[in-house]
C-alpha cells in the first residue's frame, strides 16, 4: 500500500513540473476594390485660333463640338462600379444661367463648366461636356446620373454635372453596373460671351480646366 503511494505521488509531481507552451495565430488580409485605370486620349481640347467676327455681340456664339476617347480599365479578373465625378477649376469665372439660354432648362449652372476670364476681369464663357458612346465589355450602355453623390440614381442624360453629381453606366435597369472596361467619348461644346461684354483690343484666351475623378462605388 505504501509502494502504490509512492508511485501515484510520482506521477503527480512529474506532470506538475511540465512547462506550459503556446503558439500566436494571426489571421491576416485585405479587401480592397479592384484597381481601375482611368486615361483620356487627349486630355487638352484646342479650339485653335477664332475670328472676332464670327462671333455674335449680342448673342452667345456656340463654337463646335469637339471630342476624344477615354477609357475605363479594371483588368480582365475583376469587375468594378465606377464613376466619375467632375471638379470645375474655373468655377467663378461661370455665366450664371449660359447653358440654359444655349440648351434648355436641364442645363442649369451644374453643368455650366466656366472658361476663364480675359485681362479686365470679364468672363470668357463657358462649356458643357458630354459621355457619349459609351460601351462596357463589348455592349453598349446608357449613362446614369446620380445628383446625391451616388445615394441615388436616374437615367436618360450624357451631360456630365458638377457639385454633388456623379455618372455611371447602366444597362437595362438604371443602376450602376459592374465592368472590367469601359471606353466612350468626351464630348466637349464651348460657348463665347456676347462680344458686347467682352473686350477683344487684346487677346483673350479659353482657359477652362476640370478635374475627373473616377470613383469606386
Known amino acids: 500500500m505504501k509502494k502504490n503511494i509512492a508511485i501515484f505521488a510520482g506521477v503527480f509531481l512529474a506532470v506538475a513540473g511540465l ?123 446608357g449613362v446614369l446620373t446620380s445628383t446625391n453623390n451616388g445615394a441615388s440614381w436616374s437615367a436618360g442624360g450624357q451631360a456630365l454635372g458638377l457639385v454633388s453629381n456623379v455618372a455611371s453606366w447602366y444597362s437595362g435597369t438604371a443602376t450602376p453596373i459592374q465592368l472590367n472596361t469601359l471606353s466612350g467619348n468626351l464630348e466637349v461644346q464651348a460657348v463665347i460671351n456676347k462680344t458686347s461684354e467682352l473686350d477683344l483690343s487684346s487677346r483673350v484666351s479659353l482657359d477652362g480646366q476640370a478635374t475627373l475623378e473616377l470613383r469606386y462605388l
Open 19 to 141: 512547462t506550459a507552451q503556446a503558439a500566436d495565430l494571426r489571421v491576416k488580409g485585405s479587401i480592397a476594390p479592384p484597381s481601375c485605370s482611368f486615361t483620356i486620349t487627349n486630355s487638352v481640347i484646342d479650339y485653335g485660333s477664332i475670328d472676332p467676327n464670327t462671333l455674335s455681340a449680342t448673342n452667345y456664339t456656340k463654337l463646335a463640338k469637339k471630342s476624344t476617347p477615354y477609357a475605363i480599365r479594371c483588368g480582365s479578373h475583376a469587375k468594378a462600379k465606377v464613376g466619375i465625378k467632375a471638379v470645375d477649376n474655373r468655377a467663378s469665372t461661370r455665366i450664371p444661367n449660359l447653358m440654359v439660354s444655349q440648351f434648355g432648362s436641364s442645363y442649369t449652372d451644374t453643368y455650366n463648366y466656366g472658361l476663364g476670364v480675359n485681362s479686365k476681369n470679364q468672363k470668357v464663357g463657358g462649356y458643357v461636356v458630354h459621355l457619349r458612346n459609351s460601351v462596357a465589355d463589348g455592349k453598349a450602355v
